[in-house]
């Protein structure tokens, strides 16, 4: 099964760390990738940058906004994501809490919704829940 | 008198269906597929024993009845959820004489693994209570959802919802792995401790004890006991932990041997200090106390334990004047030292009160007041301990504040009658 680790941490705190320790920080986080990708369950890798790099889009009444930041004001940002493919649910928590962040952050484990994205249109057409064109 | 075949049938079915689903869950791997095959056995189970009479061994009749509706169905619905593999093992499983199987050689015994996947961290917690109820315990969702005092379908929901998440999540049907073995047993001592304290102090509903529940409990817990046991090549359970399960079986047993006492003859609530404590049940206070013992033996103290130790002091005092309260005391104090929690911090206050005065008590309670403000126990010892100390109007203002937060209706009454008592001593 394919679970995404979703990294959360605390930006503001991050950013106070010193340059020395961010290094060492980065280390861990290569450390902890690369036993994932020796071991065969890592899928896809890929950090974030900050929520201060963000732009927000919605669509109301047809009209675009765009702001900049995040959609919430949280206390922790998503930082990461990892996709990986594990045997089950334990697997990945097992994972999940050899991660860096998960010492001072928080990781959410989120199984993928393995859908088959034309079927579920035309199933959703089917049942009218979509406009044909 | 004979039993008739649906009694029967309802007797097998709270002692087998966890058994024959858990086999039938280790083959298939799909908790709604096994339940359905396993809901399908009993119905033929309804109907075949009827004409031709209770099988001797009605749990391998049913896991054998019940694989093959599991072969039937997959034939029919060839669901995705099932490995193709699975329908060959399925007939792979083919016992040449069905009814005659010896059940403990033939069938692992499945139930440990089922009890884990139920009592999974990522479950919430009132999923995973209705799940090992209605799994293991053999309870039907209308049962359960009395005992919880929920309606109906909010409890079918809550089942499907937990089924629905172990299979898109991917919650493993195992005994987990050495390392995470230990987080994996609490979450079971837990479930099973919430279980029983719901059933012996319901915090809601007109009865005061709901019994059916404190006996799943108990029952339970030495099914996880057994089984662990049985198992002890496979599970290197840590010795802690091991004490911890005889720790919280042995609380079970010693506080469910107060229950007849706890209880009046209309229904009312009966303190510690006034129960007639020969209606105390004495094979309970024995089994609780061998076992506490043999669990000392192990020499690691946790919360279960501890706690077992302070039931059994009260078992073992013949009136109300032998307790032994400022051991009860020390004990508390260590409770705290691996378990501080505010309720906790509460009994410890209560046994200063009893060991050295109310005053002593009322000093320990007041941080609490903070956390607690909506507990009614809270407001019930601070209102004993007023009144002990010669304080009656802020006694009377305390017991209204714990009528206020009570739900029980017994409790309820209780109270009314201490409020009635201070004003008959004015």
Redesign the interface.
Known sequence: MKYYLLSYVDEKAGAAVPKDEMDAWIRKIKAWTDAMQESGVLVRAQGLHPTSAAATVRVRNEKMITTHGPFAETKEQLGGFYLIDCKNLDEAIEWAAQAPGARFGSIEVRPVWEMDLPAAIEAARERGMLQTQ | MRNSTPSILEGTYRQEYGQVLATLLGWLGDFELAEDAVQDAFLAAVEHWERKGVPNKPGAWLTTTARRKAIDRIRRFNPDSVDPLTLETLERAEPSRSEELDEEADFPDDRLKLMFTCC?P?LPLEQQIALTLHTLGGLTTAEIAAAFLVPVPTLAQRLVRAKHKIR?????YYV??P??IAERVDSVLTVLYLIFTEGYAATAGEALIRQELCDDAIHLCRLVELLIRRSATQIDLPLSQKAEILGLLALMLLNQSRRHARVGSRGELIPLDEQDRSLWDERDIEEGLALLEATLQIHHPGPYQLQAVISALHARARTPGDTDWPQIVALYEELLKIYDTAIIRLNHAVAVSMAISPVHGLQLLAPLAEDLTSYAPFFLAQADMYRRAGHVDRAREAYRFALDLTRNARERDFIRGRIKALDVAL
């Open positions: 999974h990522a898109v999540a991917g919650i493993p987990p792995p390392h995470l």
